[in-house]
């Protein structure tokens, strides 16, 4: 049974009005008001007035689709990438790169204000790319057919898992759009089929690429359904003429009904298991499931401004929670006593060791498995360690409560808080408020140009 429209709303479903956007949602689509009644429309900006179709309505607010812009605005730019209205991976590129970081800079602001109650703490401009394109190293692409049955890979149509073929992602790094258009090609070759998500039924699901950035070592991992890989000597020796610069082959099997792109075996099938990358002095080695920043330029600012609010003299204990492959741990090794770092992916931890080996950096770092809710008390209570900084980089939903309690309990005199959601980032924050720490200041940095993500930088010491 299917929800009636809203019959108490000024506007209905189907109605075609004319309006100005006032405001952006925090996904970047415009917001226009009627009579008080907010309208979220796609690729509206703030100012313009439009002519739009009243798609759906809800209690309190509504759907629509632009259908003529009235009064554009000066921040609208023309979207170079020519899928870029159909492809759902990218949401900005019809605004200018200086409306995108204020555009950020505000959904910080905003969320400090409305979630935190931090009405004076004060939020810096968005630290944004001089070259604002192909920064990724990283590609991830869902394989299908199209209707001739050749293979097609690209991303996802918005809100659909309808792949919109492409041939080059203009936020992609050159090497990570060729290896893709390459392997598709090999793939086709050898008729290889497509996995078909509704029937769980073909082969090739994904094809993820990784380059590291200052050694331009190219990664190639192929997703299937399952253990099996047709062709695979003929795949390997195509690749590698194809593309010479590549030093890793992988093979990851996932039959599993789900969304997660990687299945839990993962297999070298030529070459190494690691490629290696500098961010700065350090050296990382990567695996095919390392969690590595995407953006190699903005993560040297990204860590650079974290190393600063930490403050770091050589006589500190810093925690890092959420460590990952010891990325943040080993900018803050550099300059501290010990880093104690705890992750809960063991493949991860043992990255972290790895890297903190490769850098001479074993002796003043620690890494444990597991949640950082349930490591860092216990280090706290078994241990007596007291840190002096500590230092959180969580996924999008943010600190575990108990960790929050911990580290308010353990009083550390800096806490850096590295996040990717500015909600949770704001929520996290009042309750370290609440407990005695002062927000001083809060850097967003614009990670992913083009996108409606921001990564932000906190400096909290305690009152």
Request: charged share 35%.
């Given at each position: 049974m299917t929800k009636k429209q809203s019959t108490d709303t000024p506007v209905q479903k189907n109605d075609i009005i004319?309006?100005?956007?006032?405001?952006l949602t925090h996904e970047g689509a415009g917001v226009a008001k009627v009579d008080g009644y907010a309208l979220f429309v796609p690729y509206g900006l703030p100012g313009e007035t439009a002519k739009i179709k009243v798609l759906k309505t809800k209690k309190g607010y509504g759907f629509g689709k632009m259908l003529e812009r009235i009064e554009e605005s000066s921040d609208r730019t023309d979207a170079p990438c020519p899928i870029y209205y159909l492809c759902g991976g990218c949401q900005l590129q019809h605004m200018t790169y200086d409306a995108q970081l204020r555009f950020k800079h505000k959904q910080v602001q905003d969320a400090m204000k409305r979630i935190g109650g931090l009405e004076d703490v004060p939020v810096h401009p968005s630290i944004g790319m001089e070259d604002p394109w192909r920064y990724r190293n990283k590609a991830q692409v869902p394989v299908g057919e199209n209707e001739d049955g050749d293979l097609k890979a690209g991303f996802f149509q918005k809100r659909s898992h309808r792949i919109i073929d492409m041939e080059s992602c203009i936020i992609q790094q050159g090497a990570n759009d060729e290896a893709v258009q390459i392997v598709k090609e090999i793939a086709d070759k050898y008729n290889i089929k497509a996995y078909e998500e509704d029937k769980h039924r073909g082969t090739l699901r994904h094809i993820v690429t990784r380059q590291a950035n200052s050694t331009e070592q190219l990664m190639i991992i192929l997703v299937t359904n399952g253990p099996d890989l047709p062709h695979k000597k003929n795949l390997i020796a195509d690749i590698r003429e194809a593309m010479p610069n590549v030093t890793s082959i992988m093979h990851n099997a996932n039959n599993k009904r789900t969304n997660v792109i990687f299945g839990e075996k993962t297999d070298v099938i030529w070459g190494e298991e690691y490629i290696y990358d500098y961010i700065g002095d350090i050296k990382f080695a990567i695996s095919a499931r390392s969690f590595y920043q995407v953006n190699p330029s903005q993560t040297k600012v990204l860590?650079?401004?974290?190393?600063?609010?930490a403050d770091l003299q050589g006589n500190e204990t810093v925690i890092d929670a959420y460590c990952g492959i010891g990325t943040i741990s080993l900018f803050l090794a550099q300059k501290a006593k010990h880093v104690y770092g705890v992750e809960v992916i063991p493949e991860a931890v043992s990255d972290a060791k790895r890297n903190a080996e490769l850098n001479k950096m074993e002796g003043v770092t620690t890494f444990a498995v597991g949640e950082a809710e349930d490591v860092v008390p216990w280090w706290h209570k078994a241990n007596g360690l007291e840190p002096d900084v500590f230092v959180?980089?969580?996924?999008?939903?943010?600190?575990?409560?108990?960790?929050?309690?911990?580290?308010i309990d353990m009083k550390p005199e800096k806490i850096v808080y590295v996040s990717c959601n500015p909600a949770t980032l704001a929520r996290d924050l009042k309750i370290l408020e609440d407990g005695g720490y002062e927000t001083k200041e809060v850097q967003p940095v614009d990670m992913f140009p083009q996108t409606n993500h921001v990564e932000t930088v906190v400096k909290l010491v305690r009152k």
């Open positions: 004319t309006a100005t956007f006032e405001d860590y650079d401004k974290a190393l600063e609010y959180v980089d969580p996924p999008r939903k943010g600190c575990d409560e108990t960790l929050l309690q911990t580290m």
